[in-house]
């Protein structure tokens, strides 16, 4: 059974800073991806990055040099996806989701991933 258990959303002032975090469990592929979407209201969800277990990551044009993600595997079949956001306008407000998939190809298609975590608010104001 694959769950994915998000934290880390909040409220922040432009120019602020979070840190989210995602723990996977239960995934045996031991090639696989997390990516992250956010979705802002009236609007589509939308990749922001994703990092393979190899650790070579993806960014959308939009937080290159604001985000970074990073990845803690503690286990074989556990492990943790942490997308520090740095730098945090308004428009990046949103609820963010992780979703782990065996294999990504950049842009990320939501289409394509069947495990998600429970999504966590980001508010920039």
């Known amino acids: 059974h694959v769950q994915l258990v998000e934290s880390g959303g909040g409220s922040v002032q432009a120019g602020g800073s979070l840190r989210l975090s995602c723990t996977a469990s239960?995934?045996?592929?031991?090639?696989?991806?997390m990516a992250w979407f956010r979705q802002a209201p009236g609007k589509e969800r939308e990749g922001v990055a994703h990092?393979?277990?190899?650790?070579?990551?993806?960014?959308?044009d939009s937080v290159k040099g604001r985000f970074t993600i990073s990845r803690d595997n503690a286990e074989n079949t556990v492990f943790t996806v942490y997308p520090q956001m740095n730098s945090l306008k308004p428009e990046d407000t949103g609820m963010y989701y992780c979703?782990?998939?065996?294999?990504?190809?950049?842009?990320?298609?939501?289409?394509?991933?069947?495990?998600w975590g429970q999504g966590t608010q980001v508010t920039v104001s």
């Open positions: 239960g995934y045996t592929y031991r090639s696989n991806c």
């Open positions: 990092i393979f277990n190899s650790g070579t990551t993806e960014y959308a």
């Open positions: 979703a782990v998939n065996t294999l990504c190809v950049w842009p990320p298609s939501h289409a394509e991933f069947k495990h």
